[in-house]
């Protein structure tokens, strides 16, 4: 994806309107599709009610103001009990949109840019060594570090959250949908994403898995520095735990837990320069000193929210469980009796 950069000049949004100007390529053959979409790949908008969402415009349709759609527009088949009214923010005739549904990454991928724009948040993301990239538009919530140019090094796996859908800005009648591109290799080689979206996975609200006390966890990059993802910055004032593993290998590396400074208690692992002042010297107790530090770019994290009397109890439970490489485990040592 050389040409990349040149396209997007920092800005998803430079690329977005720029794929509006241009004329559309062929598409490609079903042998070239199917040797190119290999792994995981999802339906970028979540489920809602157990609904999947549809195309409710596709691509290369008529436009006012410019040539043609360089994408589609994603939002859920109107049903019969849909309380969301013609006309609104939330519905059309046909199709409907409810507040705060995730948008999720289509797959495995770098972050190569997140941004505010005029038609709305905007993210690019390169499915590399494939050269494939996706784009997103129209969201109302950025929950993944901003950035241009891949600066965060953030990357993402298939299902992981970007955002929350929203509307453009520029759109008088204020419609939430999520606009998605498919560019095989630059945005002058989109392609109609329903072509290989036929074959993709359906997903559910990646957001569950946070408070869901027996669910299962969800790991997820915090970027390499920079601003943290907005679903780090949510949990100032929240209890729960937090666990900490290795990015590429998966080994859990810690388990750590705050009965409401979940955010102050997480982020002082990316804080190397605090420890090397010896800026928590005497204030914790052995084996839970969070001086235990590592790079932003190397680990994930997962979070669990528990009320606040439950977080210590469950950050125990799980590193009896998981045995994290870092944590302080009490155990007997090798030559000692066992009293029982």
């Known amino acids: 994806m050389s040409r990349l950069p040149l396209l997007l000049g920092g800005s998803a949004l430079a690329a977005y ?8 390529t062929s598409n490609p053959s079903p042998s070239t599709l199917a040797s190119t979409f290999t792994g995981r790949w999802v339906w970028p908008v979540q489920n809602y009610n157990g609904r999947p969402v549809a195309v409710s415009d596709g691509f290369n349709s008529p436009r006012p103001a410019v040539a043609r759609h360089g994408g589609v527009d994603l939002m859920f088949k109107r049903n019969a009990s849909d309380a969301f009214k013609p006309g609104t923010s939330n519905g059309t005739k046909a199709f409907v949109m409810p507040d705060d549904i995730a948008v999720v990454a289509a797959s495995d991928g770098a972050v190569w840019s997140a941004m505010k724009t005029s038609r709305g948040n905007a993210i690019v993301i390169e499915h590399g060594p494939r050269k494939v990239a996706t784009f997103y538009t129209h969201l109302d919530k950025l929950l993944v570090t901003p950035t241009s140019r891949g600066q965060s090094k953030q990357r993402v796996r298939a299902g992981d959250i970007l955002g929350t859908v929203g509307f453009s800005p520029l759109d008088g009648e204020k419609l939430k949908h999520l ?3 498919v560019w095989l290799g630059n945005p002058s080689d989109a392609i109609d994403p329903e072509l290989v979206m036929k074959t993709w996975e359906h997903v559910g609200d990646p957001r569950t898995a946070l408070v ?12 390499e520095s920079g601003a943290y993802p907005q679903w780090v910055r949510d949990l100032k004032g929240e209890a729960g735990v937090y666990l900490i593993r290795d990015i590429e290998s998966h080994e ?16 002082r692992h990316f804080q190397a320069w605090r420890r090397f002042k010896g800026f928590w010297r005497g204030q914790y ?9 590592y790079d932003r770019g190397d680990v994930e994290v997962a979070i669990r929210l528990t009320k606040p009397d439950d977080s210590l109890d469950e950050e125990s439970r799980l590193i009896h469980r998981l045995r994290p490489r870092d944590n302080l485990i009490g155990q007997p040592a090798a030559d000692e009796a066992v009293p029982f």
């Open 17 to 24: 309107l720029w794929s509006r100007s241009r004329t559309h």
């Open 252 to 267: 859990l590396l810690y388990v750590g837990s705050s009965a409401g400074r979940l955010y102050d208690t997480l982020t």
């Open 285 to 293: 107790a052995e084996g839970h000193d969070p001086g235990l530090t």
């Open 212 to 223: 869901a006390r027996n669910g299962s966890l969800t790991y997820r990059p915090v970027g």
């Open 179 to 181: 606009h998605f591109e």
